[in-house]
Structures are given as C-alpha cells and as structure tokens.
C-alpha cells in the first residue's frame, strides 16, 4: 500500500460515523431517494429498507442442485427482494419516485442490475470487479 492509499485509509477510518440503533431501526420505515446515471441521463427511485418478516420467503435448494440452478435460485431471491424494497416504498410514499410492477418488469435489465445493486449497497464492489 503506498503512503497516498494510507493516507486516504486512515482518514476514512476517522471521518467514519457510527450507527445507532434507533437510526438503523428508522431505516426500515423511511422512504430513501437514490438516483444513478444511465447511458448519460440520471434515473431517479426511491426504496424502503425490509425488516425480516417482510423478506420474500423461499423454500431451500436441495444440496443436488446445480450451479446454473443456484444462480437462478439467487437471481430471483435478489430481485423479489429489490422488488418488495421498491413496492414498501411506493406505499408509504405513493407520489415519489415510484416505478410500478409492469414498469419494472420492462426496464432495461442492465438497469434493473444498476438499480438493484445501488439499493443493495454493492456499486463500489461492481466497480471494482469490473475495473481494468
């Protein structure tokens, strides 16, 4: 690691705030706005964090699944998941940024897979992977 990358590390450790629960807590009940840029334009939406009883259930792959049928299996969980994020907040804040079902369902995916990693909290991970 060169001095700079130290640098910037350790004042990203000092600038770093905690969390307390009751705002964790708040999370789940407040509509949050996010926008991304998409083929030059900005796409806004907003989301609802889930509490456990809101998770989409599922029934578990059997142990003789293949790798082509867990990343199915993991494909839907994330995006009923993202999806129940987006419906929660379009019922507590029906005149935001709302995208419907069937609007949804015809985004591009590429989109879709932006969207769903900006709620999810994954864009930096993205970025790094697919960095050269």
Not at 9 to 37: G, N, P, R, S, Y
Not at 50 to 55: C, S
Not at 93 to 115: A, F, M, V
Request: aromatic share 10%.
């Amino acid at each position: 690691m060169t001095e700079t990358e130290e640098t910037k590390e350790k004042e990203e450790i000092e600038t770093t705030e905690e969390w307390t629960l009751a705002d964790l807590i708040a999370l789940t009940d407040e509509v949050q706005e996010a926008e991304i840029k998409f083929r030059g334009k900005l796409f806004k939406f907003h989301f609802c964090e889930l509490v456990e009883k809101e998770e989409p259930k599922f029934t578990p792959l059997p142990d003789t699944a293949t790798e082509d049928q867990k990343m199915a299996y993991y494909t839907e969980i994330g995006g009923k998941r993202v999806w129940k994020m987006l419906d929660k907040a379009n019922e507590k804040d029906p005149k935001g940024n709302c995208l419907s079902k069937p609007e949804w369902e015809l985004l591009p995916t590429t989109l879709r897979y932006q969207i769903a990693n900006e709620i999810m909290g994954t864009t930096e991970e993205v970025k790094e992977n697919f960095t050269l």
